[in-house]
């Protein structure tokens, strides 16, 4: 799951378009993945 949010972190760079809802579904994310996508320390 780590390696799709880091994919789409990289293509959203290239996105010309803004992406509806985009905050909330990252919210999402987060919450839902919390120890996946926390950084390593």
Do not use: D, G, R
């Not at 799709?4 to 919450?31: D, P, R």
């Amino acid at each position: 799951m780590k390696v799709f949010y880091l994919a789409i972190q990289a293509a959203s760079k290239k996105w010309t378009v803004s992406i509806q809802n985009w905050k909330t579904a990252m919210n999402h994310f987060m919450i839902e993945f919390e120890e996946q996508l926390a950084p390593s320390v």
